[in-house]
C-alpha cells in the first residue's frame, strides 16, 4: 500500500479531499490497535444495547463500526445513527450499509454540535471527540450526558497527552516508531503533524477525566490504553 501523502500546510488537516477513499488503510496504520478497539466496543454493546435501544456513533467515518455493531446485535429491535460532517464519508457509508443490507443504521450528515440527541442508551466517540475545539467540547459532552438513559454509556476513545513534558516527550516518540514501523515516512510522519496543528487537540488523561466529570459522568473506567490512545467506558 503506497503511504499516503499529507498535504504539508499548517492546520490544513481534514477528512475530506482524498482522504475519505483510503481511510480504512491509513487509520490502521496510524491508530494503534484500530480493530481491536472496534472489538472492544462490540463486547460491550451487550451490556447497553437491549430491546427498542438506540446508539449513536459520533464521526462515523465509513461506518464500520456502526455496520459491526449492527451485524453483531442482529435479530435485537435496535437502531444505530451514525453522524459526520463530511460528505464523502457519508457517500462511504451509505455504499457499504447497502452492500451489507443492513436497514437498522441511519446516517446523518451533520457537523456534532448541531445534532440534537434523541434519548440514548449508548453514545460512542471513537477518536472523533478529539477533533472539536475545546470551548466545544464541554457543550456536546452535556447533551451527551443529557441524552443517555440512566445507566447507559458513553464509549470515548481519545489521543492523549502525557502527564507532564517528559511523558509526552515519550509517549509521542514511541508513536513516531509505532508510525514508521507501519510503513509511513518520516517525511509524511512530519507533514501530517504540521497539518494538525491547531485541528487535533488532544488532553492529558487527567483533562479527559475532569471534563467527563464536570459534564455529568461520575462512573468513569479504563477499557484500552495502548501509549498516548486511551479509551474510557463512562456510564451514567
Ligand atoms: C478519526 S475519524 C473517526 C474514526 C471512526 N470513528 C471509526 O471508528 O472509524 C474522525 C471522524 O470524525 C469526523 N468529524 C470530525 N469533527 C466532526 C464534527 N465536528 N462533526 C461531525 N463529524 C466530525 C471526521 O469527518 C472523521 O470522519
Redesign the pocket.
Given at each position: 500500500m503506497k503511504d499516503l501523502e499529507v498535504d504539508i500546510k499548517y492546520g490544513s488537516w481534514n477528512?475530506g479531499g482524498k482522504i475519505p477513499k483510503s481511510f480504512e488503510d491509513h487509520?490502521k496504520k496510524s491508530v494503534p490497535f484500530y480493530d481491536n478497539g472496534?472489538q472492544i466496543i462490540k463486547s460491550l454493546s451487550n451490556f447497553f444495547m437491549y430491546k427498542n435501544a438506540l446508539s449513536y456513533?459520533?464521526?462515523?467515518?465509513?461506518s464500520?463500526?456502526n455496520i459491526m455493531l449492527s451485524k453483531h446485535l442482529k435479530g435485537k429491535k435496535v437502531k444505530f445513527i451514525g453522524?459526520?460532517?463530511?460528505k464523502k464519508?457519508i457517500i462511504l457509508s451509505k455504499k457499504k450499509i447497502k452492500k451489507n443490507k443492513i436497514k437498522n443504521i441511519e446516517l446523518i450528515h451533520?457537523?456534532?454540535?448541531r445534532i440534537k440527541f434523541q434519548k440514548s442508551n449508548l453514545i460512542i466517540s471513537?477518536?472523533?471527540l478529539q477533533?472539536?475545539t475545546p470551548s466545544e467540547r464541554p457543550k456536546l459532552l452535556k447533551k451527551i450526558y443529557k441524552s443517555l438513559h440512566t445507566r447507559g454509556a458513553f464509549i470515548l476513545f481519545e489521543k492523549i497527552r502525557g502527564n507532564d513534558e517528559r511523558f509526552q516527550d515519550i509517549l509521542n516518540s514511541l508513536y513516531y516508531d509505532f508510525k514508521e514501523s507501519n510503513g509511513i515516512s518520516p517525511k509524511n510522519i512530519l507533514n501530517k503533524t504540521k497539518a494538525i496543528r491547531g485541528v487535533l487537540e488532544p488532553y492529558s488523561d487527567t483533562a479527559n477525566i475532569k471534563i467527563l466529570t464536570k459534564c455529568g459522568f461520575r462512573n468513569i473506567q479504563t477499557i484500552f490504553q495502548y501509549l498516548n490512545f486511551k479509551g474510557y467506558l463512562c456510564i451514567k
Open positions: 477528512f487509520v472496534h456513533d459520533l464521526g462515523c467515518s465509513t464500520n463500526l453522524i459526520d460532517e463530511e464519508m451533520s457537523d456534532l454540535t471513537y477518536y472523533t477533533f472539536l
